[in-house]
């Protein structure tokens, strides 16, 4: 009886809330009612009628740029060039990468894929092969051959990358009516950002003085690109010295133009400008790209493909993906505190700077995207290290290796126990560990146990265990990111800070440290307002902010995400 006159009791509650929810929605309806004609959020279409998209996607990376390049030659840049990239564009401060190693061809696919080593495969410029009991090129393909001259430099194609590209991406997303073109010197800076079904991808032949591309893309060079090379820019370029820009005082941000651990141009014995390269030098070919006419001459022929192409004048969204490589040669070879690596970016700002007036006149101001990073950055010299009492020095890996099959084999009478070493990695030869008896494990424990001595060396530990291995943030993730089971050896090894794996002379990259991996990142025009931020970001997030401005699908392997103040 209790339990039937509480039901009665609750159905009566239920009945008269009901009531009074209906009531109160009718009177908040006949309140907020649009009148005929009104949108409201209910109405709105989820998808725009029409997507806007820029006409042309313009991606430079300029090789080994620092980010701290940005703001060191400020003062003596032009109001065209860098400020304008940072005056109108946005800039993300705080971008790192966000793997190992720090290499150029792990960084253009990067940028351009948003993934990382471990997925897209391209663990460095080269690395050992099992099968092959060699190393292999990034972009080394036996089944295509080289249009545009006679040597073995077009023998490339981008089928190391196992995933695809963000210009892939564009390309499928309107049944291939988008162009995409690649330029670059290093062969690697134009095939692996233009992706596998790029409409061509170009590059610079030192051996001969040419623009090549191979089968992969083409049977015969365009007669644009023929005529370009009969211009014979290099002899060009360098039929005189080159001399700073400015008068040679005025470099006070850098050293003195003669020191010992920069790098001289053969046959010179001094690191010292004037550079002599053409002439009765000899040819001028492979020497153009360690210049900063390099970088004219790359940005002349990407303005040629342009044209060409017709990029950004369709219907539909074009790319082109551009790398300045001589950025890189000159840092390798003087360092980056040298007057020459100044100057190199003082002639680059002006060469940006004709470059957007360019891209502004032919295309459209505002109607291009833009965006301007680095594939890695770079240590200073040990000797300039040294000289200023910073922490720093050389190491050889190659010599390394070298007392490392030798202790092994008096310690355990295996022949060569390391048959191959590449990115800090060491590749076990497991055969002639079993042909020998012995156990792997054993083995490779002694060697990291030797490793550990050697004071250049601040860890190492086998890639297996890596996860167990007591690391800091971001190393770890950075590690696990550059892993690739397939591809990568057996034991990693960490170089102590400001140490470097090189000579007397010049400098290198490949480090988790912030020198090489905190790059520069800019976007500009189409979409973008001025701006910036210091938040972290990784350069996986490239790729996917692109493909959230032009409303297409990620690449297949993309693990980055989309930078909200660049995509809003």
Not at 302 to 320: C, F, H, N, P, Q
Not at 375 to 395: C, I, R, T, Y
């Amino acid at each position: 009886m209790y339990l039937r006159i509480m039901n009665c009791k609750f159905l009566s509650c239920v009945c008269i809330t009901a009531t009074l929810l209906v009531t109160q929605t009718l009177h908040a309806q006949k309140a907020t009612s649009p009148k005929p004609g009104q949108a409201t959020a209910w109405s709105r279409p989820a998808v725009q009628k029409n997507i806007n998209r820029p006409k042309l996607v313009v991606g430079i990376v300029v090789d080994q740029m620092r980010w701290d390049y940005l703001y060191r030659y400020a003062n003596r840049y032009t109001d065209g060039g860098f400020k304008r990239l940072l005056k109108d564009g946005f800039s993300c401060e705080n971008t790192l990468i966000n793997y190992t190693p720090t290499i150029t061809a792990c960084g253009h696919t990067c940028i351009y894929t948003g993934s990382v080593p471990a997925v897209h495969g391209i663990v460095g410029n080269d690395w050992y092969n099992r099968e092959l009991s060699r190393d292999v090129y990034c972009a080394e393909d036996s089944t295509v051959n080289t249009v545009g001259s006679t040597s073995n430099a077009g023998k490339m194609s981008p089928r190391n990358m196992q995933v695809t590209t963000i210009g892939d991406e564009l390309r499928l997303s309107n049944n291939f009516q988008s162009k995409v073109v690649g330029v670059a010197i290093k062969d690697r800076g134009a095939i692996l950002p233009a992706g596998h079904s790029a409409t061509a991808a170009y590059w610079y032949d030192g051996t001969t003085g040419n623009w090549v591309t191979s089968t992969y893309y083409m049977t015969q060079l365009p007669d644009w690109a023929t005529d370009f090379n009969s211009m014979k820019w290099p002899a060009r370029y360098l039929s005189q010295p080159w001399t700073p820009l400015y008068p040679i005082e005025t470099y006070t941000l850098s050293t003195a133009d003669n020191k010992p651990y920069e790098g001289p141009f053969k046959p010179a014995v001094n690191p010292t400008f004037p550079h002599n390269l053409g002439g009765d030098k000899g040819t001028p070919f492979k020497s153009i790209s360690s210049t900063p006419f390099g970088n004219t001459m790359t940005l002349e022929f990407a303005k040629k493909a342009l044209e060409a192409y017709g990029l950004g004048k369709g219907s539909v969204t074009d790319m082109l993906a551009i790398s300045l490589s001589s950025t890189d040669y000159v840092g390798h070879q003087f360092g980056p505190n040298s007057v020459e690596v100044e100057d190199t970016y003082l002639r680059l700002d002006k060469d940006l700077a004709a470059f957007f007036k360019y891209l502004d006149e032919k295309v459209g101001k505002g109607q291009y995207l833009f965006f301007i990073t680095a594939d890695h950055g770079v240590a200073h010299v040990p000797g300039f290290m040294q000289e200023n009492k910073l922490p720093g020095a050389s190491w050889s890996e190659g010599k390394a290796v070298s007392d490392l099959n030798k202790l092994a084999k008096e310690q355990f009478g295996v022949e060569k126990a390391i048959e191959g070493a590449g990115n800090y990695q060491l590749y076990l030869n497991y055969d002639a560990i079993s042909q020998a008896g012995k156990s792997a494990t054993d083995v490779r424990d002694f060697l990291i146990n030797t490793l550990l001595k050697d004071p250049a060396i601040s860890n190492a530990f086998p890639l297996q265990n890596l996860m167990t291995t007591t690391l800091p943030e971001p190393m770890r993730t950075m590690m696990a990111n550059g892993f690739n089971r397939k591809r990568s050896g057996d034991i990693q090894f960490v170089l102590q800070p400001g140490y470097i794996d090189g000579g007397k002379t010049g400098t290198t990259h490949g480090l988790w440290y912030a020198y090489d991996a905190h790059i520069p990142l800019v976007f500009m025009g189409w979409g973008v307002h001025a701006g910036k931020s210091n938040r972290t970001m990784g350069m996986t997030d490239i790729t996917p902010t692109i493909a959230a401005m032009l409303h297409i699908q990620m690449p297949s392997g993309n693990v980055g995400h989309v930078i909200e103040e660049v995509a809003r």
